[in-house]
């Protein structure tokens, strides 16, 4: 029997903490930051409470991030950021599916490989130089 391997990559929660004190810290300078939320898609909870969120409207592989503000001149509605921890971490078949409905409607989906990854799609989505 092998060992699994366990790697010291911080884990994806720390990375999306790490983003949003970016956000939070550069929301004056860039307004349109107020409206980025966090989804709970990542969040492991009790099948009861899975159950309960999914009559209420969760859907499996809907993004981590997501920055509901238009880019390049109204040209692009939004954006969905789908994190990963920066070692590890598979992009899911629901994943997959979703962020590929998102960009059929218009929106840029990406797939960020921890927050560094995640802060600077940001900014080259606000048109701002990294």
């Not at 307004?31 to 009559?55: C, D, H």
């Not at 059929?104 to 080259?124: L, M, N, P």
């Amino acid at each position: 029997m092998t060992a699994v391997k366990k790697t010291k990559a911080p884990l994806e929660e720390w990375e999306q903490k790490q983003i949003f004190q970016w956000i939070r810290a550069n929301q004056i300078r860039y307004p349109q930051l107020q409206l980025a939320y966090g989804t709970f898609n990542g969040i492991r909870v009790a099948p009861k409470l899975r159950t309960k969120m999914y009559e209420q409207g969760n859907r499996k592989g809907v993004p981590d991030i997501v920055c509901p503000f238009k880019a390049y001149g109204g040209m692009i509605p939004g954006m969905y950021i789908e994190l990963k921890r920066v070692k590890g971490g598979t992009v899911s078949p629901e994943q997959k599916n979703y962020m590929e409905l998102l960009r059929g409607q218009g929106y840029f989906a990406s797939v960020c490989k921890g927050h560094r990854d995640a802060i600077e799609t940001i900014k080259t989505y606000l048109g701002v130089e990294a």
